[in-house]
């Protein structure tokens, strides 16, 4: 069965992504890229979008989220919690909002919910995130809802220094 991935907080809607979000989406992963990597909306539309939709139709509950601010009924960024890359048993947690709308606390609302979604319903058994070390505000997000750092290593894509935060369901029941 394909499960609906709704979820609501204070003043956020999480709900799935769609084709029609293309030009919404492109606008953010524009804002938000580095200069030498740019998105188009050709491949937004084409190639992105269609990786993401995929998750629904495996219908397991996990995969990526848009976030609709409540109170304007924008798109302004999504989420995502899905299987980490390299560790099947561990689900990773990612966020990427429109700059205007940093600084709220929507990402750590949304991220909040994500988590107790993951370990209630999803029988995750650890959350995983990771960021750049310069990367101050997505490392203090997963500071704010409770994971706790694990390692510093090198970021394969960037050959940067990023960390590793987790949590582990033992530590989130307690
Ligand atoms: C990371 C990101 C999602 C944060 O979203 P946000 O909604 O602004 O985050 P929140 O408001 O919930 O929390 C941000 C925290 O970082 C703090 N912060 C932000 N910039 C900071 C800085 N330069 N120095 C110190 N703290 C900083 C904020 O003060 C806040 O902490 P506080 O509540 O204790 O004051 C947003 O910056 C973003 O989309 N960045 C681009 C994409 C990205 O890097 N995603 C992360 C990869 S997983």
């Not at 937004?44 to 409540?70: C, D, M």
């Not at 561990?90 to 991220?111: C, N, P």
Request: proline letters at 2%; one cysteine or more.
């Amino acid at each position: 069965m394909v499960q609906d991935i709704l979820l609501e907080t204070e003043r956020l809607i999480l709900r799935r992504l769609t084709i029609a979000d293309a030009e919404s989406v492109y606008a953010i992963r524009l804002e938000i890229a580095k200069s030498s990597d740019l998105p188009t909306l050709d491949d937004t539309r084409n190639r992105w979008l269609p990786f993401i939709l995929s998750y629904y139709q495996e219908g397991h509950g996990f995969g990526y989220w848009a976030a609709i601010e409540k109170v304007t009924n924008e798109f302004i960024g999504w989420f995502y919690f899905r299987s980490a890359p390299n560790k099947a048993t561990d689900t990773a947690i990612g966020y990427f909002l429109k700059r205007s709308a940093w600084g709220k606390g929507y990402a750590t609302e949304g991220v909040r919910a994500l988590i107790v979604k993951g370990f209630t319903e999803l029988r995750v058994k650890r959350v995983v995130a990771t960021a750049l070390t310069r990367n101050i505000a997505s490392i203090r997000v997963m500071e704010k809802v409770g994971l706790r750092f694990e390692k510093l290593f090198t970021d394969d894509a960037t050959g940067r220094e990023a960390l590793r935060y987790c949590l582990l369901r033992e530590d989130f029941d307690a």
